[in-house]
């Protein structure tokens, strides 16, 4: 087993806090529009994070991956905004030999829900989400390696914490609505060494 841990914990005297200076209609549309600044604030920032790689046998392993982050301002005794959610990444990956060496593997991102927000900075919480992926890298030769994968394999549709609010209605998004992360893909690449 290969085990990785990253622990840190950061206390920032003037950090630069991005927050609401004001709320202006500043298109006209008749919705007040956040108008954005900094200033200087005392925070904490604390978090872990974590990577294995178990390997059940010679061709069967389990890669796996965990990050936390906590973010305070301590000048207001609330949470910093744009903190994102636990995520945990996790796959089953078996190991190809022969003429083709490389490997396979199905694996997920699982993300919990962020609560701890800034309403100030016009954050909303957001719902924790699952996805999953299906993914190969295969040694051709000559220092060639191919990469081809299916994200997003079941086509979810979910947005992450730090995802950006649609700014007018586009299709069918509304106005502040989150702008969805991508459906089912299909990525290919090549590597040369």
Known sequence: ????????????????????????DVNGDGTLDLIRGFQNVDATLYGA????????SPRWSVPAAAAYVHG????????????????????????????????????????????RIDAAF?????????????????????GIELQVGVENLLDK????HLTREAIM????????????QPGRSIVFGVRYR
């Open 122 to 142: 016009g954050e909303d919480e957001t719902p924790g989400f699952a996805v999953w992926h299906l993914r190969g890298r295969f040694d051709v030769g000559r």
């Open 157 to 160: 549709e979910y947005h992450d």
């Open 72 to 115: 305070e301002n301590d000048s207001a005794g609330e949470p910093l905004p744009e903190i994102p959610s636990l995520e945990g990444r996790a796959a089953v990956r078996y190991g190809l030999t022969g003429r083709v060496p490389g490997w396979v593997e199905l694996g997920g991102r699982f993300v919990d829900r962020q609560d």
């Open 49 to 56: 994070e974590a990577s294995a790689r178990i390997r059940v």
């Open 169 to 180: 209605p586009v299709g069918d998004l509304g106005a502040g609505d989150e702008i969805p």
């Open 1 to 24: 087993m290969e085990l990785e841990l990253f622990v840190y914990h950061h206390d920032v005297a003037d950090f630069i806090h991005s927050t609401v200076l004001d709320t202006i």
